[in-house]
């Protein structure tokens, strides 16, 4: 199956662990594909992809990610050292915060690359230096983030399939569809008419420092995850006895909680401007491509845009091929695009903050839907 393909590297390695699942080959005279399933852009999507692979698309440049990763130490020493040589009144504390945001986003993007197998052609490297960079750097779980971004991949903006939607209909209420049950079953957790309003105030700034902080201890804890913890404490080792050696209680605490909203910030709008505009309902058992795309939309290239997103504004191909190294993603994007004409598809490409606003008016509109239905006699 396509999702297989997409998700796993060394697929020697892991059809050697299915033989025993196997129960038997699929009949001569039954279909081998869902009518559900477009069986033509699956067979194109299987040729474009066979093409991939033998242009070397899927081979990780490792000086490129070498030079990723020395710019995220050389931000995160110099936070340090910025508050060392300089003092910790309010300019240099700010300016800190600022370098240790950009090393932290940076590292988050770096370690998103490490999960998806695209930085060595060795699964077993990835792993290892996943640990490093998402426990040790960031200070969370790296397995948790798997298995929840996994999951997203699947069954992108497919409800109480794809993790990253559990937020409706509890704190928003996603999608037209959505919206309009939400109001014809007369529910209100939020005053979902004003929830472009608080969005500003609650899941930018505070999806990091308050439920991921919690969220990623307690699937690390629960599923006995050792590890990942032993690595994940490194972190707050470090960072407590490095600034905790320049800064006083109070102002160490505010500085950790600031850097994790400013953080928070720059990855919910990245992360949340290529699926919240979509199409979120429940799953129609797609193929592979469909799935993928009807969920998704890219950000217009520029190195700005690339640097900033960590390449997800080309999300469509991140998608559709997430163990592609991110380099690679601009020159796949072309044949994608054709793809998607010649079968009729709708491949959204739009400027950064076109995205960014498409984000808050999505949920406008949501919310507006939703009031429709619930005022409703």
Not at 68 to 89: E, K, P, V
Not at 263 to 285: G, L, R
Request: net charge positive.
């Amino acid at each position: 199956q396509d999702a297989f393909v997409a998700f796993h590297v060394d697929k020697l390695l892991v059809s050697k662990y299915l033989k025993s699942l196997q129960i038997g080959e699929l009949a001569l005279d039954q279909p081998s594909i869902e009518p559900t399933k477009n069986k033509m852009l699956v067979k194109d999507f299987r040729e474009l992809r066979a093409s991939i692979e033998k242009m070397g698309l899927l081979k990780p440049n490792k000086l490129f990610f070498f030079l990723h990763l020395a710019h995220i130490l050389l931000l995160d020493t110099a936070a340090w050292l910025i508050l060392f040589y300089f003092g910790t009144s309010l300019v240099p504390f700010v300016v800190s915060l600022v370098v240790l945001t950009i090393s932290q986003v940076q590292a988050s993007w770096l370690q998103h690359d490490l999960g998806h197998l695209s930085v060595f052609r060795k699964t077993k490297w990835n792993h290892l230096l996943h640990k490093f960079v998402m426990c040790h750097l960031i200070g969370a779980s790296a397995k948790w983030w798997t298995l929840l971004h996994s999951r997203h991949h699947a069954k992108p903006n497919c409800f109480q399939k794809d993790p990253d939607i559990d937020m409706h209909p509890f704190l928003f209420t996603l999608g037209k569809k959505f919206s309009v049950e939400l109001g014809i079953k007369k529910k209100k957790y939020m005053p979902y008419n004003h929830q472009h309003k608080y969005f500003f105030i609650t899941l930018p700034p505070l999806l990091f420092p308050t439920y991921f902080h919690c969220h990623t201890f307690y699937i690390a804890y629960t599923k006995r995850y050792w590890v990942d913890l032993a690595w994940m404490l490194t972190f707050y080792i470090r960072f407590f006895f490095t600034y905790g050696s320049l800064l006083e209680i109070k102002s160490l605490l505010a500085y950790y909680f600031i850097f994790r909203m400013l953080e928070s910030s720059w990855f919910v709008w990245v992360s949340q401007m290529n699926h919240i505009p979509m199409d979120i309902y429940y799953d129609k058992n797609l193929d592979w491509v469909s799935t993928q795309l009807q969920a998704t939309c890219n950000v217009e290239q520029s190195l700005f845009n690339d640097w900033f997103t960590g390449h997800l504004n080309f999300q469509i191909e991140h998608h559709l091929f997430p163990t592609m190294p991110r380099h690679n993603y601009w020159k796949v994007a072309p044949l994608v695009k054709s793809l998607c004409a010649k079968h009729g598809i709708e491949y959204q490409c739009k400027p950064l903050l076109t995205a960014f606003a498409d984000i808050v008016h999505s949920l406008k509109n949501s919310g507006e839907l939703w009031l429709d239905a619930y005022l409703h006699k």
